[in-house]
C-alpha cells in the first residue's frame, strides 16, 4: 500500500467515497447496466484517442472471473508525474474525477459516456484495477484496490520499443453491483455500434469464461453507411446507393447515412458523441426538416406532385427509410426527463443545412434513385388517407356498438379481466378442440385462420382490412398505436398456441410482429405468451407420459424401459389431439408451460424477443428444449 497521503491525496479518496456512496449519480444504476457501464466509459478513452487520429485497434476481453481487459494501440496514457498535482498522470486519471483526457498538450475529448464520468468512477467501484501503459519499451503499471493506489507508478518489464498503448483490467466490485457477470451480446452489440460509428477502427471481443469462449471483430471502413447496409441487410433496399452526407458547420461535426427498403417502418437512429438518443432532439429535427423540404422541392420541381397535389408529410417520406445521424458537439446539452434530447439548437441548423444541400445536389445527380423515392412516398400518402379513413371506420364501431366482439371468438364469462385469458390458436379444427376443452370461466378462445398478414411487408391500410387482425384489436380491447390503453384490456394473459413445428413457429413470429407494431406494451408489461404442446405421447401399461422435446422423450424411455410395447404418438399438430389430451397438456393452468415474451430493451433495433418459462406444478424444467425453441422466434423479421 501506499503509506503518505497528502491532504490533495485525502480529497481525492474522498471523492472517490462519494462515487461509492452514490454509485447511481455516475452510472446511472448498480444494476446489470450499470455494470456493462463500467466497459464502456474504459472504451470510450480509447476511441477518443481514436477520433485523435492516434489509434486503430481496441481489444476487450472478458476473462474467466468477469474481470474485463481493454487494451488499445493508441499513443499511451503520459507517464511520469503531472506538474499541477505532482502525481503520476496516470494516477490523476484513475482517481481524480472528471480528469480523463484533460491534462497532456492537445487532450481532445468528444465521446464520453451515457454519464461522461471517466475512468475514477469506474476504479471507485471497482474491487481492483490495473492500468499498464507501453512507452519506448517499458511497461509502466499501476495497481489500484478499491480506487486507492497499492504503490506508485513503477516500470514492471520490456516490450517492445515500437509498441505504445495502454491496458486496463479492472474487476466491478461485487459489493456495489447486482451483478458482476458480463453478457457478451450486450457488450457485443454496444462495441458493434461503436466501431460502426468510428469508420476503420477496429474493435475485438473475446470471451476467455468457461463454455462460452467466443471472439468477434468489428472494422468497418464504411463507418455508418456500413451501420445502415447492417440494418438493411434482411430487407429489399428500394434502390442501391447509399446515400452519405458530411461536414462541418456551427462547430458542430455531422454525419448522416440512410437507404429506403420495401418495407413500411422507419429506421432512423440518432447519435451524439457516439451515444445513442433514443428520443431525438435538435439534431434530428434538422433532419427531418430537412429531407422533407427537399423531396417536397424535388418532387414539386419535377412534376412528381401536380399543383393541386398535397404536399408530402416527413411520414410519407419516412416509409421504410433506414438513416444513422450521428453528429459531433463540444457541450451537447440534454434535456426532457429522462435528459436524453439533444437540446443545442445550432445542432438543428447544422444538420439541416448540410443534409438539404447534399441531398438535392445527390437528386439532381441521381434522378432515378430521386423518383423511386418520390413515387413510393406519394404511395404512402395516398395509403395514409386510405389508412385513415379504414381506422376512423374500425374506431367509430367499436365506440358504437360498444366493442362488438368478433364472431369466431368464444369470451369466456368471469368479467373481471385479472382472472381471464385468451388463447389465439392457429386453424379452426385445433381452435374447436381448444373451445371444447377450455376452462369457460376464465379462458376465451379466438381461432384464427392460417398465415396472418405479414405487418411488416404491408401497408397500412391493407392491414385494417384483414379480418384475423381486426379480430384480435376488438377482442384485446386495448385499441391500437395512440389510441392504446392498457386499463382497456380483456385479459390478462395473451398466448399464441401454434403447431410445435416451424410452421407454428412462423404463425407465432407474424402475430408477435403484430402485436409488437401495434401494440408493443402489452409484450413490455409482460401481457404475451406462446403455450407449450407436447411433442410425443408415450403409452405403456396403461400409463401416459408426454415428452415437449427429443431429449425428454429419450429420458423417459430410459426410465419406463424401450419395451416393444411402448406405444410411441409423434404429434404432427395440436388437430391431432382430442380436447381432453390439449387440456392436459397444453392449457390446463397446473400443468402447461407458458413462455413469457418479453422485448430486450438493450436492442429494440434488432427486435430481439426472449422468454420467461412458467410451468405448472407437475412438470420438471425443461430449459433446453426452451432455448431450442425460443430461437425460432429470435428475429421477427422474418
Ligand atoms: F482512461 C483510461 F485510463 F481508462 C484509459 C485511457 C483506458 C484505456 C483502455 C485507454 C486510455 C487511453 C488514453 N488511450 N489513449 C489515451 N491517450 C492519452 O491519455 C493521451 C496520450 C497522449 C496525449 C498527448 O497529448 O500527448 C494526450 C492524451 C490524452
Not at 452510472?27 to 448498480?30: N, P, W
Not at 497499492?150 to 513503477?154: I, M, P, V
Not at 377450455?438 to 370461466?441: E, F, K, L
Not at 385499441?479 to 385479459?491: E, T, V
Given at each position: 500500500m501506499a503509506a503518505e497521503y497528502g491532504a490533495d491525496q485525502i480529497q481525492v479518496l474522498e471523492g472517490l467515497e462519494a462515487v461509492r456512496k452514490r454509485p447511481g449519480m455516475y452510472?446511472?444504476?448498480?444494476s446489470e447496466r450499470g455494470l456493462h457501464h463500467l466497459v464502456y466509459e474504459i472504451v470510450d478513452n480509447s476511441v477518443d484517442e481514436a477520433l485523435g487520429g492516434y489509434c486503430s485497434e481496441i481489444n476487450v476481453t472478458i476473462h474467466p472471473d468477469n474481470s474485463i481487459t481493454v487494451v488499445d494501440n493508441g499513443r499511451g496514457i503520459p507517464v511520469g508525474i503531472n506538474h499541477k498535482t505532482g502525481r503520476p498522470a496516470m494516477e490523476v486519471v484513475f482517481t481524480v474525477l472528471h480528469a480523463g483526457g484533460k491534462f497532456g498538450g492537445g487532450g481532445y475529448k468528444v465521446s464520453g459516456g451515457l454519464h461522461g464520468v471517466g475512468a475514477s468512477v469506474v476504479n471507485a467501484l471497482s474491487d481492483w484495477l490495473e492500468v499498464r501503459v507501453f512507452h519506448e519499451g517499458k511497461i509502466y503499471m499501476q495497481r489500484y484496490e478499491v480506487g486507492k493506489p497499492?504503490?506508485?507508478?513503477?516500470i514492471i518489464g520490456d516490450c517492445d520499443p515500437e509498441k505504445t498503448g495502454t491496458q486496463v483490467t479492472f474487476m466491478a466490485d461485487a459489493d456495489i453491483f447486482e451483478t458482476t457477470v458480463f453478457d457478451y451480446d450486450t457488450l457485443k452489440h454496444r462495441l458493434r455500434e461503436m466501431a460502426f460509428l468510428t469508420k476503420g477502427l477496429k474493435i475485438t471481443l473475446e470471451d476467455e469464461r468457461e463454455g462460452i469462449q467466443q471472439k468477434k471483430e468489428f472494422h468497418y471502413e464504411g463507418g455508418i453507411k456500413e451501420f445502415v447496409a447492417y440494418l438493411n441487410k434482411n430487407k429489399q433496399p428500394l434502390y442501391d446507393s447509399i446515400l452519405y452526407f458530411e461536414g462541418n458547420r456551427n462547430e458542430v461535426q455531422v454525419e448522416v447515412a440512410l437507404q429506403h427498403n420495401d418495407t413500411f417502418n422507419e429506421n432512423v437512429y440518432s447519435f451524439v458523441n457516439n451515444i445513442v438518443t433514443p428520443e431525438g432532439g435538435t439534431h434530428l429535427v434538422g433532419f427531418r426538416n430537412a429531407i422533407t423540404k427537399t423531396f417536397n422541392d424535388y418532387a414539386r420541381t419535377n412534376k412528381l406532385l401536380k399543383d393541386n397535389d398535397q404536399n408530402l408529410t416527413g411520414e410519407d417520406i419516412r416509409e421504410g427509410l433506414t438513416a444513422i445521424i450521428s453528429i459531433k458537439i463540444a457541450d451537447p446539452e440534454f434535456e426532457g426527463q429522462t435528459k436524453q434530447k439533444l437540446g443545442n439548437s445550432e445542432a438543428r441548423g447544422a444538420v439541416e443545412g448540410i443534409v438539404s444541400e447534399q441531398l438535392t445536389y445527390f437528386l439532381e445527380q441521381n434522378p432515378a434513385v430521386a423518383k423511386t423515392i418520390c413515387e413510393k412516398s406519394i404511395l404512402a400518402q395516398r395509403a395514409r388517407e386510405a389508412a385513415r379513413k379504414a381506422r376512423d371506420l374500425t374506431r367509430r364501431k367499436t365506440a358504437l356498438d360498444g366493442g362488438a366482439l368478433p364472431g369466431k371468438l368464444a369470451d369466456c364469462s368471469d368479467k373481471d379481466p385479472k382472472n381471464c385469458e385468451i388463447y389465439i390458436v392457429e386453424g379452426d379444427s385445433a381452435g374447436g378442440s381448444a373451445k371444447e376443452a377450455?376452462?369457460?370461466?376464465t379462458q376465451a378462445i379466438l381461432p384464427l385462420r392460417g398465415k396472418i398478414l405479414n405487418v411488416e411487408k404491408a401497408r397500412e391500410d391493407r392491414i385494417y382490412e384483414n379480418a384475423e387482425i381486426k379480430a384480435m384489436i376488438t377482442a384485446f380491447?386495448?385499441?391500437?398505436?395512440?389510441?392504446?390503453?392498457?386499463?382497456?384490456?380483456?385479459?390478462?394473459k395473451i398466448i399464441i398456441m401454434t403447431d410445435a413445428d416451424v410452421d407454428g413457429a412462423h404463425i407465432a413470429t407474424l402475430m408477435l410482429t403484430f402485436i409488437y407494431r401495434f401494440m408493443p406494451e402489452l409484450i413490455k408489461q409482460g401481457h404475451v405468451y406462446l403455450a407449450k404442446p407436447p411433442l410425443y405421447k408415450l403409452e405403456k401399461n396403461r400409463n401416459i407420459w408426454y415428452a415437449y422435446s427429443d431429449e425428454e422423450l429419450d429420458a423417459i424411455l430410459n426410465e419406463v424401459g424401450r419395451d416393444q410395447n411402448n406405444k410411441i404418438q409423434r404429434y404432427k399438430g395440436l388437430g391431432e389431439m382430442d380436447a381432453e389430451q390439449l387440456w392436459e397438456t397444453t392449457m390446463d393452468p397446473e400443468k402447461r408451460i407458458l413462455l413469457r415474451v418479453h422485448m430486450n430493451e438493450e436492442q429494440e433495433d434488432e427486435i430481439d424477443v426472449t422468454f420467461d418459462t412458467l410451468m405448472g406444478d407437475r412438470v420438471e424444467p425443461r430449459r433446453q428444449f426452451i432455448e431450442e425453441n425460443a430461437k425460432f422466434v429470435k428475429n421477427l423479421d422474418i
Open positions: 452510472i446511472g444504476s448498480t497499492c504503490f506508485d507508478e513503477k377450455r376452462s369457460r370461466a380491447g386495448t385499441g391500437i398505436h395512440q389510441d392504446f390503453d392498457i386499463s382497456k384490456l380483456r385479459y390478462d
